[in-house]
């Protein structure tokens, strides 16, 4: 199994109904992308770590599945959203990370 783990950074100024739309989207990646096993995302809480931020974890099944969610196009289609000046993240500071399990 692997498990992305996806950390980005809030713009100053975004509203939380912007910020909500953006997480609906990236949410969706569940029902669109097949080799998602499982997604969980949210507002981080701040009580450790980063407090103004996104935070997604989403469980694949192996190294292809990882490989075919990364070139799906509905992902695409999230990234072209990302580094645009409509986009609710800093994208400059966007972390992202894998482990097996």
Known sequence: MIRHIFI???KEGITEEKLNKEIELLSA?????PE???LTIGKNTGWV?????V???VDLEDKEAFDAYMVHPYHAFINS?????????????LYSAQIEY
């Not at 990646?29 to 992308?33: A, D, S």
């Not at 770590?49 to 931020?53: L, R």
């Not at 959203?81 to 500071?93: K, L, Q, V």
């Open 81 to 93: 959203i990302n580094g645009t000046e409509d986009d609710c993240f800093i994208t400059s500071e």
């Open 8 to 10: 980005a950074p809030i």
């Open 55 to 57: 935070t997604m974890v």
């Open 49 to 53: 770590g980063g407090e103004n931020a």
């Open 29 to 33: 990646m569940k029902n669109n992308i």
């Open 36 to 38: 998602v096993l499982e």
